[in-house]
């Protein structure tokens, strides 16, 4: 069974070299466990942080140990009644072909709605990140304006289309042309913008003249720098994700601090491992959505196995996905 292990922390931007790929004996169950094969690996921005040696809400991981993650498989052998041989599971195996898993650490994967992997992103927990953030913490009003940044991702797709079906006017930020035609044609935001174009500002400017009343907030950097001006007074920011400063070695720092406590701005901060009970109910709710065509979604899937994970993990990590990024680490 291949695995892949961070070789040692990295220092500033990650590179193929900060990885080691192994073969490891497959994994015998026990009394209780199930022998899961790997059919997808999720490759999430939270992995590259955890890989630095400093103070986090988990444990950093150590030179050796395999990069954590999760995954969804099949049950190839069983010692346990409740996953048969056969069942289609979601759970934490981490970046390997096989691993053990119990009752409590296995989630049985619904089919109806979709392929196994949707139980990786939008039935899963960049689904519930999007729900609970926008929903629970930002709770839009109709007719409010609500921008997301990290647009056509994982949890920022998922954000917009949420906004959208609560009436929001909803203004994406993503990284180049071809992400903003898929914002707006494919998802429906009302408008997207590419954050490395020449006139983001003034353009940013132009299309938010009754000020952003939710900022969804996924990048941090230069971006985050261009939304605080425009919030308006009483807005909320979810603070969920700060893409830009996981590859830094010095964090970028918040310039726009004065905004807002000049326009009594709310951040809301969080991690959604903190809200497992959240999840379900979230789920099912998106999965409803999700059936009925109103919300969509993109994979973008490395193929040819888990070996492709430290070079598809890098692309993602740098804006070269397009669409939840996934490894399939084997093929159906
Ligand atoms: P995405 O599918 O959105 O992929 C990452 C995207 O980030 C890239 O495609 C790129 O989009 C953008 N990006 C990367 N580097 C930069 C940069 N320097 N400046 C601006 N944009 C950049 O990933 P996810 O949807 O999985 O995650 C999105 C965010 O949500 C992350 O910050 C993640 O940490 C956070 N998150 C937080 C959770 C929580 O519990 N709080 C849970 C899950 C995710 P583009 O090309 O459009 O610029």
């Not at 992995?47 to 140990?65: A, C, D, F, I, T």
């Not at 920011?237 to 009594?264: A, F, M, T």
Request: aromatic share 6%.
């Amino acid at each position: 069974s291949l695995r892949v292990a961070m070789r040692d922390h990295p220092q500033g931007m990650v590179s193929e070299g900060d990885f080691l790929v192994e073969q490891t004996p497959r994994p015998a169950p026990g009394p209780g466990q199930a022998l899961v094969r790997v059919r997808h690996l999720s490759l999430d921005p939270y992995m590259r942080p955890m890989m630095n040696p400093v103070r986090s809400y988990v444990e950093p991981l150590k030179p050796g140990q395999t990069m954590p993650g999760a995954t969804v498989g099949e049950v190839v052998e069983s010692n346990e009644e409740a996953l048969p041989v056969g069942a289609h599971v979601a759970c934490m195996l981490g970046w390997q072909e096989y691993g053990l898993v119990t009752k409590d650490a296995a989630r049985i994967v619904d089919l109806d709605p979709g392929d196994i992997s949707l139980a990786l992103h939008v039935l899963g927990m960049t689904g519930a990140t999007a729900h609970y953030g926008l929903l629970h913490l930002g709770d839009p009003k109709p007719g409010e304006t609500v921008v997301v940044t990290a647009a056509s991702g994982a949890v920022g797709s998922v954000v917009g289309q949420l906004a959208k079906i609560k009436g929001c006017r909803v203004l994406g930020i993503a990284g180049g042309p071809e992400k903003c035609r898929y914002v707006t044609e494919e998802l429906g935001f009302d408008e997207c913008l590419d954050h490395r174009a020449d006139d983001f500002e003034q353009r940013l400017a132009e299309l938010t003249p009754d000020w952003v009343d939710i900022l969804f907030e996924n990048v941090g950097g230069p971006v985050l720098d261009a939304l605080l001006p425009r919030m308006n007074d009483h807005g909320r920011v979810v603070l969920c994700g700060n893409i830009s400063d996981y590859n830094r070695d010095e964090p970028y720092g918040l310039k726009g601090i004065s905004h807002l406590l000049l326009h009594r701005v709310n951040v809301y901060s969080f991690v959604i491992a903190d809200h497992r009970d959240y999840w379900p109910g979230a789920i099912g709710e998106l999965a409803g959505w999700v059936k009925e065509g109103r919300i969509r979604f993109r994979e973008d899937v490395a193929k040819g196995g888990l070996k492709g994970a430290p070079s598809a993990f890098i692309s993602m990590l740098t804006g070269r996905n397009f669409g939840k990024q996934l490894v399939e680490v084997a093929p159906a």
